[in-house]
T-cell receptor, first 111, second 117 residues
């Protein structure tokens, strides 16, 4: 079936460093959503991107959708301990009802 | 703030037994979903439900699984004969609208951890 590839699997950063996760698809996407899952928690919706080249910001988080709508990124500036968790991209593919998820990138703050 | 609730938070069952996982979606939402997440892995879509019927299901959602909206508030997932590999966290989610419309973000419940022994 269709997949969306997400890298890296893990990213260890010092508090205050930046973090980036990437999602890629071999096919053109109509949309992409980003979710955050805290350790032991449930996914929480962050944002949806639908337009080619779209960039959206939420405080220290910057979301981008590629010009070809085949890739997306989430960048966190100056990470804080509250940012710890796993960040997932998710897309609707082939249908209006099935959300396909990336494997997630786990943000780990080094002690 | 409205939220999706799920019960129980943890269910332990013997292989071959039936389990019912329960969810109460947000009251004005029209689209309902079940997902599962094996520990440390990605979220996997199981099924979506709209207008009192399944709108889509994944390959995981075989004949052992069923969903129901028995009344105006509950949304249940039944696994008829559990297998060891069904052990996972099961998340219910709901959205006000479907894809292509505004307000389609999905709100997740806290999950039910199912352990099959």
């Amino acid at each position: 079936g269709q997949q969306v590839m997400q890298i890296p699997q893990y990213q260890h950063v010092q508090e205050g460093e930046d973090f980036t996760t990437y999602c890629n698809s071999s096919t053109t996407l109509s949309n992409i959503q980003w979710y955050k899952q805290r350790p032991g928690g449930h996914p929480v919706f962050l944002i949806q991107l639908v337009k080619s080249g779209e960039v959206k910001k939420q405080k220290r988080l910057t979301f981008q959708f590629g010009e070809a709508k085949k890739n997306s990124s989430l960048h966190i500036t100056a990470t804080q301990t509250t940012d710890v968790g796993t960040y997932f991209c998710a897309v609707y593919m082939d249908s209006n009802y099935q959300l396909i998820w990336g494997a997630g990138t786990k943000l780990i703050i080094k002690p | 703030e409205p939220e999706v609730t799920q019960t129980p938070s943890h269910q332990v069952t013997q292989m071959g037994q039936e389990v019912i996982l329960r969810c109460v979606p947000i009251s004005n939402h029209l689209y309902f979903y079940w997902y599962r997440q094996i520990l440390g892995q990605k979220v996997e879509f199981l099924v979506s439900f709209y207008n009192n019927e399944i709108s889509e299901k994944s390959e995981i959602f075989d004949d052992q699984f069923s969903v129901e909206r028995p009344d105006g508030s509950n949304f249940t997932l039944k696994i008829r004969s559990t297998k060891l590999e069904d052990s996972a966290m099961y998340f219910c989610a709901s959205s006000e609208r479907g894809w292509g419309l505004a307000y389609n973000e999905q709100f997740f419940g806290p999950g039910t951890r199912l352990t099959v022994l």
